[in-house]
C-alpha cells in the first residue's frame, strides 16, 4: 500500500517536478493546510485542522472515485507522494492526475491546484479528504447525490 511514485515516474504520466520545486511546493501546501505539528509527517492526513469550518471527510470503499467526480477538469494541479518532505511532486491535468493515482495504486497522495486554495486527498484508511470551501462544496455535492460509499 502507499503512493508508488517509482510506478508514476517509469510510466511518465504526469510530470515529475526538480527537487528544489518539489521542497518549496510542499512547504507551501503544508503551511496551508497541515496543522505545523505535522509539517514533517509522513501522514499529512493525520494533521488536517478538522476544526475548520472548510474541512470534509468522507469515508467511502474507493475513495479515488469520489475524488474523481469532484476535481475540476480544465486546471492543472499537483499531486504530492504522501506527506514530509521526502516524496515527489507531480504536476498535470486532473484526468493525468487521477489516470497516475489509478493505474499505479495509490491510497497516500494530495492533490492541489496552483492556487492553493483547496486541497483533496485520500489515506489508507478509505477516507476522502477535502480542504476549502471549493473542495469541500465539490466532493459534499457528489457524496449528496449517492455516490457508493
Not at 507551501?28 to 470534509?56: I, K, M, S, Y
Request: charged share 25%.
Amino acid at each position: 500500500m502507499g503512493f508508488d511514485a517509482e510506478c508514476i515516474k517509469e510510466k511518465g504520466l504526469v510530470e515529475l517536478l526538480s527537487v528544489e520545486d518539489a521542497i518549496s511546493i510542499r512547504k507551501t501546501v503544508a503551511n496551508g493546510f497541515v496543522e505545523e505539528q505535522g509539517h514533517g509527517a509522513l501522514f499529512w492526513w493525520e494533521h488536517f485542522n478538522r476544526d475548520r469550518p472548510d474541512f470534509l471527510a468522507i469515508s467511502a470503499n474507493e475513495p479515488l472515485d469520489l475524488i474523481r467526480e469532484a476535481l475540476p477538469s480544465d486546471e492543472i494541479l499537483w499531486l504530492i507522494s504522501e506527506g514530509g518532505f521526502r516524496g515527489s511532486v507531480f504536476e498535470g491535468t486532473a484526468s493525468d492526475v487521477i489516470h497516475a493515482v489509478d493505474q499505479c495504486y495509490l491510497n497516500e497522495y494530495y492533490i492541489v491546484p496552483h492556487s492553493l486554495n483547496w486541497l483533496m486527498a485520500e489515506c489508507h484508511e478509505a477516507f476522502a479528504y477535502a480542504i476549502g470551501e471549493t473542495a469541500v462544496q465539490r466532493l459534499q455535492e457528489i457524496a449528496d447525490k449517492g455516490w457508493p460509499t
